[in-house]
């Protein structure tokens, strides 16, 4: 089976409502066994990956699509750890 990158991690997110309604069970798990579900979702990319992608393709999202990342999700756990603000 082919690994889907970060990228392909992020549009699933943004676009399938299964695939944030599962991220949103893996985000309830302990925070070591978070990685792993993802993982056997398909997806295989590092926080620094996937912190790229977020970086870059947010401030081309719509306001309905950046209110789908809402506050206290994958931006601020992605952030908080890399220190990036995606305020446009």
């Not at 798990?29 to 926080?47: H, I, K, M, S």
Request: with cysteine; proline share 2%.
């Amino acid at each position: 089976m082919h690994s889907r990158n970060a990228e392909a991690f992020f549009n699933d997110l943004i676009q399938n409502e299964r695939t944030r309604g599962l991220c949103l069970e893996i985000a309830l798990l302990p925070e070591n066994e978070r990685g792993d579900a993802v993982r056997a979702l398909g997806y295989d990319f590092t926080a620094k990956e996937l912190d790229e992608v977020v970086c870059r393709e947010y401030v081309a999202l719509s306001e309905k699509r950046r209110h789908i990342l809402g506050g206290g999700d994958l931006r601020d756990i992605v952030m908080e750890r890399w220190g990036n603000h995606m305020d446009p």
